[in-house]
C-alpha cells in the first residue's frame, strides 16, 4: 500500500529555517517523481520543488529557487526539503507527493499528474 507522511512543520519567524521529510512507503521513491507542493488558504495548490531520479534532475518554483533544496535518501526511502531564509509568504499547508508515471502526462508543478499524496504538515512564518 502506498504511503507518504510528511513531518517537520512548524512555526518560525522571518529568515529562519525548516527542513520537512515525507516518509513513503509501499514504493521506492527513486523510481517517482517526487514533488513538494504548498497551498496557503484561499490560494490554489503550488508546485515548489520536485526530483526525478532517473534523469538526475531537481526543479524549483521561482519563489523559492536558491532557499529551498529537495533531495531523496534512497536508503531511508524519504523525500526531503530543507528550507532557508524563510518569508511570511511561505506560510502554508505543506505536501509531499509522487507520481509512478515519471512526469509523462504533464509538468512537475501540476499537481494533477501525482498519483499519491500525504496528509500535509503546516508551515507558519511570523515576520
Known amino acids: 500500500q502506498v504511503q507518504l507522511q510528511e513531518s517537520g512543520g512548524g512555526s518560525v519567524q522571518a529568515g529562519g529555517s525548516l527542513r520537512l521529510s515525507c516518509a513513503a512507503s509501499g514504493f521506492t521513491v527513486r523510481n517517482y517523481l517526487m514533488g513538494w507542493f504548498r497551498q496557503a488558504p484561499g490560494k490554489e495548490r503550488e508546485g515548489i520543488a520536485a526530483i526525478y531520479t532517473d534523469t538526475g534532475t531537481t526543479y524549483y518554483a521561482d519563489s523559492v529557487k536558491g532557499r529551498f533544496t529537495i533531495s531523496q535518501d534512497n536508503a531511508k526511502n524519504t523525500l526531503n526539503l530543507q528550507m532557508n531564509s524563510l518569508r511570511p509568504e511561505d506560510t502554508a499547508m505543506y505536501y509531499c507527493?509522487?507520481?509512478?508515471?515519471?512526469?509523462?502526462?504533464?509538468?512537475?508543478?501540476?499537481?494533477?499528474?501525482?498519483?499519491?499524496w500525504g496528509q500535509g504538515t503546516q508551515v507558519t512564518v511570523s515576520s
Open positions: 507527493a509522487a507520481d509512478s508515471r515519471q512526469g509523462l502526462y504533464g509538468n512537475w508543478y501540476d499537481a494533477r499528474i501525482y498519483n499519491y
